[in-house]
C-alpha cells in the first residue's frame, strides 16, 4: 500500500499554485440533457486532517455549463485554469485538457488526472477524461456520452468498471440517483487502496448536483462528509444524509399497511378499502387474511385469485400453526408479531408486475413486505406438481415472511438456534451456500431449504445429483437428515409439523390410483406422503391411497375407491357410487351411526385405524362388499339371501322382502342409534308396514334364528 506524501502548501499571496500531493481518489463528473443538471460525486482516503473539506476539494460545478473534476497532486491553480477555460474561453473538455497539459502550473502533467463534461452551445453533452502516466496504480479513466470517471491509487480496475456499470444501469433515473449508484458501486474496502486495512473505501466522501439557475455557491444538492472515524465508511453515511434530502426534497410518504387484527377475516380474499391507500389498491386490488384470529398474516393479491389464496393461506398456516413440541411449538408470540406489524406477504403476476413503476413506491421506504409471483406457485396436485417438473418456490418465501418479520422479532432463541444449525451445517460442509448469496442470507436459505427436504419437496432428487438446491444441501429426504444432520433435525422438528396440512387439489385429467404413500411409478408421492388433505376433481373413476397421518379425503363426482391407513380419517366420497377401502375382515371392524355417515374403527392396532365417511356407497372388506353402513356377522349366506325393495322408499309405505333365510327378527334403526321399530317375521316373503317418520337414512337389522344378523341401509322420502 502507497503511502501519503505530505502536504506542501504554499501561501495564496505569494504563489498562485495550491498543490496536494497524492490527492488519490475515485469520482465521477456528469450532466443530464434532458434536465440541464450538471453533477459530481467522488470519495478519497484522505480526509479533513489532510486537508480541509478533503476529498471536496476536487470539483468544480458550473451550473447550467459544466463539471470540472481535477486529482492526483491536485493543484488549484490547474483546477482555476480548467473552471476559465470552460467559462471564460468556451472550450470544450477535450480542449481543457490540452490547455492544462501544454501549460501545468508546475510542468509536470502526466502526474495529473482530470474528468470533466460539459453542454454545447445546442445542449449536447460533452466529456473527456485524462489520465497521467506517472499517477499511482492502478489508474485510468472512462469517458462515457455524459459522463467521466476517474481514480487513482485504487485497488483494480473493477473499482471504475463497477461505477460504470451502476451509472449506466441508473439511465432514466434522476441524475442525482445516477451520481449516488455510481459511487455505491465502489463502496468496497480498499477502494482507495490506502484505506485497506481500515476496511473502507475511503474516508471522505461528497454529492453536488447543480440545477441551471443555481448560484455555484448555493447548489441545490451539496452534501460533504468530510472525515470518520476509523472504519466507518464515508459513503454509507453520506448516502443517509442523502436519502434524507431526498425524501424531505419530494415529500416521498412510505405507504403504511394496516395491521392485520383490525381488519375482518373471510375464506376468499376481499376487495381492499379505506383502510388500505389508494397505492395498494390500485396496485393490488385484494387481500386476505391468511387464516382466522390469531393464526393470522396479512396477504396482498394483484388478482383474485381463489386457488393462489387458498394455497398461500395453507402454507402460511403450516409455518405459523402451533405444534407439539416444548421447544418452539408454541407460537403465539410470532403470530402476535405478524399480525400486529404492518407486514405483508405480496403476491404478484410475474416478476415484471414487481418491477413495475406502479410498484415502486412500495419499495421506497422498505416496507416489511415479501414478494412472491403467481409464476412461483405450484399448486399441489397440479399438473406442473404430478410431474414435478417445476419447484414450488411459495413454501420458500413464505417462510422468508415468516422468519425476517416474525421469528427475528418475537423469538430470538428459535433464530439463534437456526444461525447455529447453519453455522454448522456450513462447517462440516454439508451446506454449501450459493456464490452471489449474501452471508447475512444464508440462514434464511439454510432454514428454506431443509424445510422444503423436511417435506419430501427434493426426494425426487430433479437435478440427478443428491443435492437439493443447485448443490447446496445433500440431504434430501427426511430420513436422511435425520441420520447425518442431526442438530438440523432437532430444529425442524422443534418448530415445523410433522404432517403437511397443505391440501392436495388433485388436477382433473388424473386418472388412476393417487398415491399418499411412497411408490416408484407415482414421483409426487415422495412429497405427497407428508401431506394430510386430497381432493379429487373431474369425474374420472379415480382411487385416493392415504398414508398414516390423520387424513382428510375427498372423492369426486365419478366412482371412487379411497383408503385411508392408520390414523383417524374423515372420506367424503362426493359424487359417484363410491367405496372405502379396508385391509381388514368384515367381522373385524366395529361400525358406528353419525348424523351424517357412519364410523368404522379397526379392532386390530395399526392396521386401518378410524374411518369417518359420509357420501361413501359400499365398504369393501378383504372378504366381502358391503353397503356403507351395513354390519356382517360373517354369514356370508345370509348376506346373499336378504333382498329388500323399493328403496328408497315413500315414507308411510309397506317396504318388502326376499327371504332365502330363516329370519326371526327385523328392526327398524334411526341414525342416531333409536329403534324406530321390531317386528316378528315368518315366511320367505314379507313385508313391514312403515310408520310416518321423517325423511332420511335409516337401517334395517335382519337377525336369524341364531342371533346373526345383517344391516342394511334404506333412504324414507
Known sequence: MKTTTQAILFSSFLFLALSWQCFATFSIVAVDPATGEVGSAGASCLDDSDIAGGVFIITRIHPG????????????????????????????????????????????????????????????????????????????HVAGETYSIQGNILLDDQVLAGMVAAFEAAEGEPLAIRLMAALQAANLPGADSRCFEEGVSSQSAFIRVAKPDDDPEDLWLDLRVGSTAFGVEPIDILQAGFDSFWDNEFGTECLELPSANSLTFDNLPAAMDESFSQEYIDLFGSYKLASDNPNHGLILFSENG?????????????????????????????????????????????????????????????????????????????????????????????????????ITESNADLQEDIQAATDAAIANGSYIPLSDLEPEDYDNEFFAITMECFYGLWAHDPNGDGFAGDGEYPYITREAIEENDPTTYSLLTSFFASANRVSIVVDAGFDGDFHM?????????????????????????????????????????????????????????????????????????????????????????????????????????????????????????????????????????????????????????????????????????????????????????????????????????
Open 517 to 717: 404413500t411412497p411408490n416408484e411409478n407415482a414421483i409426487y408421492s415422495q412429497a405427497a406422503q407428508y401431506h394430510r388433505a386430497a381432493i379429487l376433481t373431474g369425474s374420472n373413476n379415480s382411487n385416493i391411497i392415504g398414508n398414516n397421518f390423520s387424513n382428510n379425503l375427498r372423492g369426486n363426482a365419478g366412482d371412487n375407491a379411497i383408503s385411508g391407513m392408520a390414523g383417524f380419517d374423515l372420506v367424503d366420497g362426493d359424487e359417484g357410487q363410491d367405496t372405502l377401502v379396508l385391509r381388514g375382515s368384515c367381522i373385524e371392524y366395529d361400525v358406528l351411526i353419525t348424523e351424517t355417515g357412519f364410523i368404522y374403527q379397526d379392532q386390530v392396532a395399526g392396521r386401518d385405524g378410524i374411518h369417518e365417511i359420509i357420501n361413501m356407497e359400499w365398504v369393501r372388506y378383504s372378504d366381502c362388499l358391503l353397503a356403507a353402513g351395513e354390519i356382517s356377522t360373517g354369514l356370508s349366506e345370509l348376506e346373499e339371501d336378504i333382498t329388500i325393495y323399493p328403496n328408497p322408499v315413500q315414507n308411510g309405505s309397506p317396504i318388502y322382502f326376499e327371504l332365502n333365510t330363516v329370519i326371526e327378527d327385523i328392526r327398524l334403526i334411526a341414525l342416531d342409534g333409536k329403534l324406530i321399530l321390531n317386528e316378528k317375521v315368518e315366511g320367505a316373503t314379507s313385508k313391514i308396514d312403515l310408520p310416518t317418520i321423517q325423511n332420511g337414512i335409516y337401517f334395517l337389522e335382519f337377525i336369524d334364528e341364531e342371533g346373526k344378523s345383517s344391516v342394511r341401509k334404506i333412504i324414507i322420502e
Open 65 to 140: 455549463k459544466g463539471a470540472i473534476n481535477t486529482q492526483s497532486y491536485w493543484n488549484q491553480s490547474n483546477q482555476n485554469n480548467a473552471s476559465a477555460g470552460m467559462t471564460s474561453f468556451g472550450l470544450n473538455p477535450q480542449e481543457i485538457i490540452d490547455l492544462l497539459a501544454a501549460d501545468d502550473a508546475q510542468n509536470d502533467p502526466q502526474i495529473r488526472q482530470y474528468g470533466i463534461v460539459d453542454f454545447d452551445d445546442d445542449g449536447n453533452p460533452r466529456s473527456a477524461g485524462f489520465t497521467g502516466t506517472d499517477c499511482f496504480d492502478w489508474k485510468g
Open 306 to 406: 381463489t386457488a393462489s389464496s387458498l394455497h398461500a393461506s395453507q402454507v402460511f398456516e403450516l409455518f405459523t400453526r402451533n405444534v407439539n413440541n416444548d421447544t418452539f411449538g408454541d407460537k403465539a408470540s410470532l403470530r402476535d408479531e405478524l399480525s400486529t406489524t404492518s407486514a405483508a406477504l405480496a403476491i404478484f403476476e410475474n416478476e415484471a408486475q414487481l418491477e413495475s413503476p406502479e410498484a415502486e413506491a412500495l419499495w421506497q421506504c422498505d416496507p416489511k413486505i415479501q414478494d412472491l409471483w403467481q409464476t412461483e406457485i405450484v399448486r399441489p396436485g397440479s399438473i406442473e406438481w404430478l410431474s414435478m417438473s417445476k419447484r414450488d418456490a411459495s413454501y420458500e418465501e413464505i417462510l422468508h415472511f415468516v422468519q425476517d418479520y416474525g
